[in-house]
C-alpha cells in the first residue's frame, strides 16, 4: 500500500474553530479583558475575531463578516445576557456563517446544531431515546439521547439552531422553558437538566419566510434580533465576493487565475440592479424577479465560473465562464423570471459597450436551449 493510499482524506470544510485554530489561540494568548463564564474569549476577543484586525504581537486577524462593527458588538453583547440571540435577514446575509464563527470563537465548537425544517421533530431540541436500552431497562438516563440543546446546557456552550422560523410552531415553544427557566424537564424521569453558566441559543431566521412558522411572542421575547443587513455598497459586496471566493478557490484546489476575477463586479452589479429594480445611474427602471439575488448567490456564479475557467478553460474566468450560473441564479421561475431576464439583457447588458462579451454569452446560452 503506497502512502498516498495511507495518507487521512482531506477534510473538504474545516468547522470554524479548527480553519482558524490560529488565530483563536492567538487572541487568547493576548486576551486579559473579563470573560463571562465558560467563554473562550472575551467579547471584545470575539468582535475582533469576527471583524478581523491586528493583535499587538502583530498576529493578522482575517475579517469574518464584513459589515457593521455595531451589529457585531450587539450580538456578541447579547449572547453575554440572558437572552438569546435570533439572527435575521434574507438569504445570503451571512446569517449562519456569522453564527457558526461567533460559537467557535465563544464555546471553542460551533458543532452543536438544529437545523430547523418543516419536519423538525420535538426531540431534536429536547432529547431522544434509544429504544433498544428503553425496551430492555426501561427509562433511565443511559437510555437518553441528549441532543445538541441538553449537550450545550451540560457542558456551558451556545447551541446553533438555524432556520428556526421553517420549525412547527409547536415544536418551537419547546424551547420557551429552556430559555427562560434555564431547565429542560425529563418527566419520564422524573428530573431535569439545568444549564451550565454559559449556555445559550443562536438562532437564524429568513425574514422572507415570515408567516411559514412565526415566532409565538413568548418566544420572541427569549431572543434579542440582529437584523443582517444586504451590503450597502457595490465596492463592500465586491470585497465580501472576492473574498469568499478567493478563499473556496484555494479548498476546492481549482488552479484559476484569482487575479483575473474582473467578472465580479459585473455579476454583482446584475444581482444590485435586480434586487433593486434599478440600474446603478438610477435612471432605468427595472422589474425584479422572484429569486433574492443575494451576496451567497454571486458567491455561487463566481465559484462556479471559477470551476468552469479552471477545468474547461484556460484559468481565467470570463463572460462565458459566468454566463450559466447567472442566468440560472436569476431565472428561477421559468415563465416571469425570463422575461424579466431577457428584458434586463436587451435593455441594460446590451447598451453597455464594455458588457458586449457578457451580452453575447448570455445570447449564445439562449440560443443553446
Known amino acids: 500500500m503506497t502512502d498516498a493510499q495511507t495518507a487521512a482524506p482531506e477534510i473538504l470544510r474545516a468547522h470554524a474553530e479548527t480553519a482558524y485554530a490560529d ?141 428556526l422560523t421553517r420549525i412547527p410552531s409547536d415544536v418551537q415553544d419547546s424551547l420557551i422553558t429552556i430559555m427562560s427557566e434555564k431547565t429542560l424537564p425529563i418527566p419520564e424521569l422524573n428530573a431535569e437538566v439545568q444549564a451550565i453558566k454559559g449556555f445559550n441559543v443562536i438562532a437564524t431566521a429568513n425574514n422572507r419566510d415570515k408567516g411559514v412558522n412565526d415566532l409565538s411572542s413568548a418566544l420572541r421575547r427569549r431572543f434579542n434580533t440582529v437584523v443582517l443587513p444586504l451590503p450597502d455598497s457595490l465596492d463592500q459586496e465586491v470585497e465580501i465576493v472576492t473574498t469568499r471566493v478567493r478563499s473556496l478557490g484555494a479548498a476546492l484546489e481549482l488552479p484559476a487565475d484569482l487575479a483575473a ?69 436569476v431565472v428561477k421561475d421559468p415563465v416571469q423570471d425570463r422575461v424579466i431576464w431577457q428584458e434586463y439583457l436587451e435593455t441594460v447588458v446590451r447598451n453597455r459597450p464594455e458588457w458586449k462579451d457578457l451580452y453575447r454569452a448570455c445570447r449564445d446560452l439562449e440560443s443553446t436551449n
Open 23 to 163: 488565530e483563536l489561540q492567538a487572541l487568547a494568548a493576548v486576551d486579559d479583558r473579563p470573560r463571562p463564564p465558560s467563554w473562550r474569549l472575551s467579547p471584545w476577543a470575539v468582535a475582533t475575531y469576527i471583524l478581523g484586525g491586528t493583535l499587538p504581537d502583530g498576529t493578522q486577524v482575517s475579517p469574518k463578516y464584513l459589515g457593521s462593527s455595531r451589529l457585531v458588538e450587539i450580538a456578541v453583547a447579547s449572547l453575554a445576557t440572558d437572552r438569546g440571540l435570533l439572527l435575521l435577514g434574507v438569504p445570503g446575509t451571512a446569517k449562519t456563517w456569522m453564527g457558526e464563527h461567533l460559537a467557535a470563537a465563544i464555546s471553542g465548537t460551533s458543532t452543536l446544531v438544529v437545523q430547523g425544517t418543516a419536519g423538525t421533530p420535538e426531540e431534536a431540541l429536547r432529547y431522544g431515546w434509544n429504544y433498544a436500552r428503553l425496551l430492555a431497562d426501561g427509562p433511565s438516563r443511559a437510555a437518553l439521547v441528549a441532543g445538541p440543546v441538553m449537550r450545550a446546557m451540560e457542558s456551558g456552550s451556545l447551541v446553533r439552531v438555524e432556520e
Open 261 to 329: 476575477l474582473s467578472e465580479i463586479r459585473r455579476v454583482v452589479t446584475v444581482m444590485r440592479e435586480l434586487r433593486a429594480g434599478l440600474t446603478q445611474d438610477q435612471r432605468t427602471t427595472l422589474k425584479s424577479p422572484s429569486a433574492t439575488l443575494s451576496t451567497a448567490e454571486a458567491i455561487s456564479v463566481m465559484t462556479n465560473g471559477l470551476s468552469l475557467a479552471a477545468h474547461f478553460g484556460d484559468g481565467s474566468v470570463r463572460a462565458a465562464d459566468v454566463a450559466a450560473s447567472l442566468v440560472g441564479a
